[in-house]
């Protein structure tokens, strides 16, 4: 079975300073793994994944992640945060092939302080 | 092009009533998933179809069902709402519902009253 945790459901970073955002998955078979992002009121925007291949992922607005098979993470990071980070952020893994579903976090919190 | 279109935004039912929310999904995207969020359960898999078909469910009840057209668009019903059922519904679509990815749509929030 699949289950992602996310380690902190809020975290609080100064502006400009590093964002770090804690994902560990479980998984039987390889997995695909997503970072998303969701601001109030909005549905939830695809911020990278990590399928095959290179295991540093960049993403949108900065980010990136890099997923750890030893480790089974995926932690995303930022190195200098921005006012506009603030929102919820969820990781998610899919496995699997044929029919798919994403199994998310329970989603982590960013305030960004000025 | 057009992202994830969900209708409507915002929906306000009685207990007991029953709803149809509609997703269109990006053009050429086949694969359309449906997803609960609420502040309890987080983001919870409902189901998913591929070409009018639904391949996969979720650990959802029957009165939570769903239907894939030709043209791709999906429509989620719920029968017989409970209070318990006041959730933001959150569409996806994808190429293939694989590695390709998912876009969600900005979601319709139903509140059951």
């Known amino acids: 079975a699949q289950s992602v945790t996310q380690l902190g459901s809020h975290v609080s970073v100064s502006e400009g300073a590093l964002v770090l955002l804690r994902c560990n998955y479980s998984?039987?078979?390889?997995?695909?793994l997503f970072w998303y992002v969701q601001y109030p009121n909005q549905g939830l925007q695809l911020l990278l994944k990590?399928?095959?291949?290179?295991?540093l992922v960049k993403g949108i607005n900065g980010f990136e992640a890099e997923f750890k098979k030893s480790e089974t993470s995926f932690h995303l990071t930022k190195p200098s945060a921005h006012m506009s980070d603030a929102a919820e952020y969820f990781c998610a893994v899919s496995v699997g092939t044929g029919a798919n579903n994403l199994f998310f976090g329970t989603g982590t919190r960013l305030t960004v302080i000025p | 092009k057009a992202g994830v279109t969900q209708t409507p935004r915002y929906l306000i039912k009685t207990r007991g009533q029953q709803v149809t929310l509609s997703c269109s999904p990006i053009?050429?995207?086949?694969?359309v998933s449906w997803y609960q969020q609420t502040p309890g359960q987080g983001l919870q898999f409902l189901f998913e179809y591929f070409s009018e078909t639904q391949r996969n469910k979720g650990n959802f009840p029957g009165r939570f069902s769903g239907r894939q057209f030709s043209n791709s668009r999906s429509e989620m019903n719920v029968s017989t709402l409970e209070l318990g059922d006041s959730a933001l519904y959150l569409c996806?679509?994808?190429?293939?519902?694989?590695?390709?990815?998912?876009?969600f749509g900005s979601g319709t929030r139903l509140t059951v009253v």
């Open positions: 990590y399928t095959t291949g290179a295991t």
């Open positions: 053009s050429g995207h086949r694969s």
């Open positions: 996806a679509s994808s190429l293939d519902g694989q590695g390709s990815g998912y876009t």
């Open positions: 998984s039987s078979v390889p997995p695909y």
